[in-house]
Nanobody
Framework: QVQLAESGGGLVQAGGSLRLSCVASGRTVSDYRMGWFRQTPGEERESVATINTSSDIFYYADSVKGRFTISRDNAKNMVFLQMNSLKPEDTAVYYC?????????????WGQGTQVTVSS
């Protein structure tokens, strides 16, 4: 069983940056595609970015391309999301995910989420 724990969310002004971190425990996730998803109230959870096991195949939602970067450290069982040039519409709860089989689809393991709020 995999447990995921996110950190790094917070309140930031538009144009600012945040770096989200996710640490996995329970077993290694080096053989899992990892990803970040986000959700706002009343909306479905949407994919933001995913990364494959060897960090050479990436997916980014069109809305974050050029601004967000996903990375991972398999030795530390961690995945990161660097978010630059943040916009108010990036405000959401961001969730770490493990185990997805397709580029933009989630796997079965979720973290509790971390709130990101971007003020205008």
């Amino acid at each position: 069983q995999v447990q995921l724990a996110e950190s790094g969310g917070g309140l930031v002004q538009a144009g600012g940056s945040l770096r989200l971190s996710c640490v996995a425990s329970g077993r290694t996730v080096s053989d899992y595609r990892m990803g970040w998803f986000r959700q706002t109230p009343g909306e479905e959870r949407e994919s933001v970015a995913t990364i494959n096991t060897s960090s050479d195949i990436f997916y980014y939602a069109d809305s974050v391309k050029g601004r967000f970067t996903i990375s991972r450290d398999n030795a530390k069982n961690m995945v990161f999301l660097q978010m630059n040039s943040l916009k108010p519409e990036d405000t959401a709860v961001y969730y770490c995910n493990a185990g997805g089989l397709l580029l933009s689809r989630p796997g079965g393991y979720w973290g509790q989420g971390t709130q990101v709020t971007v003020s205008s």
